[in-house]
């Protein structure tokens, strides 16, 4: 379930970073920064606080690429909890709550179609577009709940409050949530 | 096998949302189970694929413009130095010698509270050894008081053991009692029964004594005297036998005051060797001895009827006895009375 081709390439190009290769960091950034942005955008709803986030978890990669070692997770998932983090800490400080988006915005949504140079990217088109259809299979609760913890940083009682449930219903939510997506992408990807 | 609270909480863990109380107990099993870290792994690989189901908004061109200038601008004030060896430089030269300070307070500590473990532990230890002794001490008492116990459930047994036999002793007693109280009442029942056979014998003889007097006074039998005839005149004497006279004997005298001649009828009275006769006395109140009414010798059927008379003008005649005495009488009694009335 790993972001496909990616892990090797990565470790790869986060050992050349490391060596102060600047067109690996290049490379990094073109890999990862439109899926990053995309999430921070989502969990702070401001492109500049979300291009700051992606700023600065940029400059730490390159500040810290030496001390990165695979005990902290592939270098995706550490790049990924950086932006979460980031983001949701820049969230709080403006004591603002993550907003929820029901339906997918149709003026978000990326219709550029197939990339004219997919190695390029995280993942292809392609999976990127089962990867969306699996999360759609969820119902709209379980995603809800899922989203709000994931992106929204928030415990199962600040969602049970938010959304005026008991804890109880909350954590199944997201526990059959995720055991759904995982049987999902298992079977997509 | 992960049961689904496990499951649960591995999923809030993934996304963050595990309560904090949870979180520890949580992160300790986590640390157990290699099942369970492989949950948590396959959800965070699962929420890490989140972002890309998100809308695509592309990031702006200028933002890697940007970035790629703070990284020149740290290449250049770092020089050629790679930004791991740059690092110490954040310090100031103090630092390490204050680290080393900390240390050696630190390892000060430690010792202070490595005595001090040195001196619980052997606390602990001398606690341990009393409780081990006061357990030992329990052993035996539980011990003693097991022996106690089994030698007071035999004494127990011993003791209804005896009870029994006691029992058994008692109720063979009881039966022994029983029979002699029966034979008591058999006895009793038999002198009962005697007693009204003499009843009826002296009634038979009392009804056989009137038919007499009727005879005597030349009366037909069955008439009824009153007190004018003369019946006033008669003294009736029943006789019982005495200790040394013939058990079931028994005899009526009747006395006849006006004419002073009597009649004495009686029953069972065995026959006596010949140099003996029975010897009828009368005892009147104006006698100073016993008068002689005459000797008889008894029948061979046990029972006779003969007159007697005396001239000495007895007055109470129903105070009579029965003696034996020689050949022919005497003139006092001499031999032992047999039969005596009340």
Redesign the interface.
């Known amino acids: 379930?790993?972001?496909p081709q990616t892990t090797k390439e990565d470790l790869e190009v986060m050992h050349r970073i490391?060596?102060?290769d600047?067109q690996a960091?290049?490379e990094l950034?073109?890999r990862y920064?439109?899926?990053?942005?995309?999430?921070a955008?989502?969990i702070l709803n401001e492109?500049l606080e979300a291009?700051d986030v992606?700023?600065d978890v940029?400059?730490h990669v390159?500040?810290?690429?030496?001390?990165y070692t695979s005990e902290l997770g592939k270098p995706?998932?550490w790049i990924?909890s950086l932006t979460r983090s980031r983001a949701i800490d820049q969230l709080r400080a403006r004591k603002r709550s993550y907003r929820f988006v029901h339906d997918?915005?149709p003026e978000?949504?990326?219709e550029s179609g197939p990339l004219e140079h997919p190695q390029d990217h995280?993942?292809s088109y392609e999976?990127?577009r089962l990867?969306?259809s699996?999360?759609?299979t969820l119902p709209l609760e379980q995603r809800q709940a899922?989203?709000m913890?994931?992106?929204g940083?928030?415990?199962?009682?600040q969602?049970a409050e938010s959304l005026r449930q008991p804890p109880a219903a909350?954590?199944?939510r997201?526990?059959r949530?995720?055991?759904k997506?995982?049987q999902e992408?298992k079977e997509m990807l | 096998m992960i049961d689904e609270r496990r499951e649960t909480q591995a999923g809030l863990y993934a996304v963050g949302a595990l309560p904090a109380e949870e979180l520890r107990e949580f992160e300790q099993a986590l640390l157990a189970n290699l099942e369970l870290q492989l949950l948590v792994q396959e959800f965070r690989a699962t929420t890490e694929m989140l972002p890309f189901a998100l809308p695509t908004a592309t990031a702006p061109a200028a933002l890697k413009a940007r970035v790629l200038a703070g990284i020149d601008r740290n290449i250049n004030s770092a020089k050629t130095a790679p930004p791991v060896a740059s690092e110490p430089a954040i310090f100031p030269a103090w630092v390490p010698w204050t680290v080393a300070s900390c240390l050696a307070l630190l390892c000060i500590g430690l010792l202070g509270l490595s005595s001090g473990w040195r001196r619980d532990t052997r606390q602990l230890g001398e606690k341990l050894d009393q409780v081990q002794q006061a357990y030992a001490e329990l052993q035996r008492e539980q011990e003693a008081l097991q022996t106690k116990l089994t030698t007071t459930g035999s004494n127990l047994v011993g003791k209804v053991t005896d009870l029994e036999k006691q029992l058994v002793e008692k109720t063979k007693e009881g039966q022994k009692q029983k029979t002699e109280f029966q034979k008591q009442l058999d006895k009793a029942s038999a002198e009962v029964f005697g007693a009204q056979r003499q009843a009826a014998l002296f009634q038979n003889q009392l009804r056989v004594a009137n038919r007499e007097i009727d005879r005597l006074r030349g009366l037909p039998p069955g008439t009824t005297l009153s007190d004018d005839t003369g019946m006033t005149q008669l003294r009736v004497g029943i006789l019982k036998p005495t200790t040394d006279g013939p058990g079931n004997a028994a005899a009526t005298s009747i006395w006849d005051v006006s004419e002073q001649k009597g009649l004495l009828v009686i029953d069972n009275l065995p026959p006596l060797p010949p140099d003996r006769d029975y010897q009828l006395w009368l005892f009147d109140p104006k006698a100073t001895a016993p008068i002689s009414g005459g000797v008889f010798s008894g029948a061979e059927t046990g029972s006779a009827r003969f007159q007697f008379r005396t001239p000495f003008g007895v007055e109470s005649g129903d105070k009579v006895a029965i003696s034996i005495e020689r050949k022919g009488g005497a003139n006092a009694p001499e031999g032992k009375f047999i039969m005596v009335t009340n």
């Open positions: 379930m790993n972001p490391s060596r102060r600047r960091f290049a950034y073109d920064a439109d899926v990053l942005y995309s999430m955008l989502r492109p291009g992606i700023h940029f400059v390159w500040n810290n690429s030496g001390l995706f998932s990924l997918i915005t978000m949504v990326d995280a993942l999976e990127s990867i969306r699996a999360v759609e899922i989203e913890a994931f992106l940083g928030m415990t199962q009682n969602i909350i954590r199944a997201i526990r949530g995720l055991v997506l995982r992408v």
